[in-house]
């Protein structure tokens, strides 16, 4: 479980995070909506530590994520994240992107590590791939990539950073293929997304993200059809679902 | 009048000319993987923003840069011997070279290192790797893939300064050429060997470079 209590973060004298009071259970699929710069992807990078918070509290699996006695390193082997900006390793194969962390950070022997890319890489349909540098993938092959480097640390979560905002369009389904098996699979997930029909079709809660605050959240039904506040109408007026 | 060129001298001297040559190389190969091994911590604390080590890399790559290598390497021997730190002159050249080459290197890897994206050291953090995991592995081979040409130069560079060292009596290439021309006048001779001595040294470094080239020697 993760759970967010009364999260500020300021950046200077912008305070982008409000009080954010969220919980997520295992199993769970939650999707983040909102307008650019309302928080959501400084809430999700919070959450693995690579963004530090002002006030508040987040716990993942009862571990306080900015307690000064966690070893973040070992916390975040639990949560993978996908970023907007694909960040392949570019001197590295595509197998060896996936090894890397397993080879020094798990201390995995290497015969171990490559069956684990290898399925992994397989999962997402870039087993034919391996041997390649991340320069001769496209944009959603690279995304894949990220989701298989990061699906090889066996994380409890799954955070999905607006992955598909940097692709050609008719590059999103094939990355949204593969977060929609995941969630086939039951594996717990955070998505930040601008895909609005994704957000709908593959989420268990919706969220809504405004000016640095949840203004909504609900089963998508609840939200996509029946917004309450007046900024979440206006927002999904501009979207398709 | 006329100078009548005689390498027979240099012939007989080519014994002790290998041994200096050896000796000219082994400081550069050494002193450079020392100063590798020293400017990439230097790098990254002079870009970055803690102060207590920011102030100390600021002023070894400055020193480095801005004194003449021979003042460092006369430092070394001299400046330390007179406070009761004897050593010899292999040892202070090697002092000496390491440390100018940790200060020049230090501000190519500086360099290189603004051009990685800071995502690449997000994203390694991000799958739980260690600061220092996240430079050894995935910011610093990609600063040395894009600095390896300065790199080279600077390789090339610190051997020649090795030279410098026949000042403090060191017997490299030099030290044995002026040791040799002292006792025969044939100074032309032993010059004009070593230059080319040099030359050579200098294509067998960069042919040593091709292989640590990232994506090997043929990329």
Known sequence: ?241 | MGYTFQFGVVLDALPDLLSGAAVSLSLAVASMVVGMLLAAPLAVAAAGRNLAAKTPARAWIELARNTPCLAQIYAMYYGLGAVGIFMPAWAAVFLAISFNNAGYLAEIFRGGLNGINANQFKASRSLGLTPAMAYRYVVFPQVFRNTYNSVSNQFIWSMLNTSLGALIGLYDLSGVAMDYQMRTFKTFEFFLAIAVAYIVLAKLIMFGMRFLKPGGANA
């Open chain 1, 1 to 241: 479980m993760i759970s967010i209590q009364n999260v500020h973060k300021s950046f200077g004298q912008l305070e982008v995070l409000k009080g954010i009071d969220l919980t997520i259970e295992r199993g769970e699929v939650v999707t983040m909506i909102g307008p650019s710069g309302s928080g959501k992807s400084t809430l999700l990078q919070c959450i693995n530590g690579l963004e530090t918070i002002n006030s508040g509290e987040i716990h993942v699996d009862g571990t306080s994520v900015f307690a000064p006695d966690t070893d973040l390193n070992k916390l975040r082997q639990k949560l993978g994240i996908v970023f907007q900006s694909y960040n392949a390793f570019p001197h590295m194969t595509v197998q060896r992107n996936v090894t890397l962390a397993l080879r020094k950070v798990l201390r995995l022997p290497r015969a171990e590590a490559d069956e684990i890319a290898r399925r992994q890489l397989d999962r997402v349909g870039l087993l034919a791939k391996a041997d390649v540098y991340p320069g001769a993938l496209s944009g959603g092959q690279q995304q894949r990539l990220g989701i298989a480097r990061a699906l090889a640390m066996s994380p409890n979560y799954m955070l999905f950073d607006e992955v598909t905002s940097a692709l050609d369009p008719q590059l999103v389904g094939e990355v949204l293929a593969t977060m929609r098996d995941l969630s086939s699979e039951g594996m717990t997930m955070i998505a930040v997304t601008h895909e609005m029909k994704f957000a709908r079709e593959v989420a268990d809660r919706v969220v809504f993200f405004d000016k640095g605050v949840i203004a909504e959240s609900g089963n998508p039904e609840e939200v996509f059809l029946s917004p309450k506040s007046p900024r979440l109408k206006e927002f999904l007026s501009h979207s398709q679902f």
